[in-house]
Nanobody
Framework: QVQLQESGGGLVQPGGSLILSCAASGRTFTTSVMGWFRQAPGKEREFVAGIRWSGGRTDYADAVKGRFTISRDNAKNTMYLQMNRLKPVDTAVYYC???????????????????WGQGTQVTVSS
């Protein structure tokens, strides 16, 4: 199994930037895809961005396209989420996730990922 640890969350003003990191440990060699999800109070967990570990192909939710960038460093077993031009609606707990299965299409629902981090809080407010 893969263990995941998020970091980098915090308080930022609207229009600001923040970068999140997700360090993976354990059986990282089995990882096929990794992704970022977020969950705001009273809302369901939603897909933010995903990346294929080998080829690096990415996918983004419409709400963050052009503002967020997902990337990974295979040697460091670390995934990143660069968040720019942040909005109050981006406020949520952000989770990183991973799965070892082979997908034709990037999974964009929580059930597509079997390994999860504990989450890191991102608050966008003046």
């Amino acid at each position: 199994q893969v263990q995941l640890q998020e970091s980098g969350g915090g308080l930022v003003q609207p229009g600001g930037s923040l970068i999140l990191s997700c360090a993976a440990s354990g059986r990282t060699f089995t990882t096929s895809v990794m992704g970022w999800f977020r969950q705001a109070p009273g809302k369901e967990r939603e897909f933010v961005a995903g990346i294929r570990w080998s080829g690096g192909r990415t996918d983004y939710a419409d709400a963050v396209k052009g503002r967020f960038t997902i990337s990974r460093d295979n040697a460091k077993n670390t995934m990143y989420l660069q968040m720019n031009r942040l909005k109050p609606v981006d406020t949520a707990v952000y989770y990183c996730a991973a799965d070892s299965r082979t997908f034709v299409k990037m999974p964009t629902t929580p059930r597509g990922y079997t390994n999860w981090g504990q989450g890191t809080q991102v608050t966008v407010s003046s």
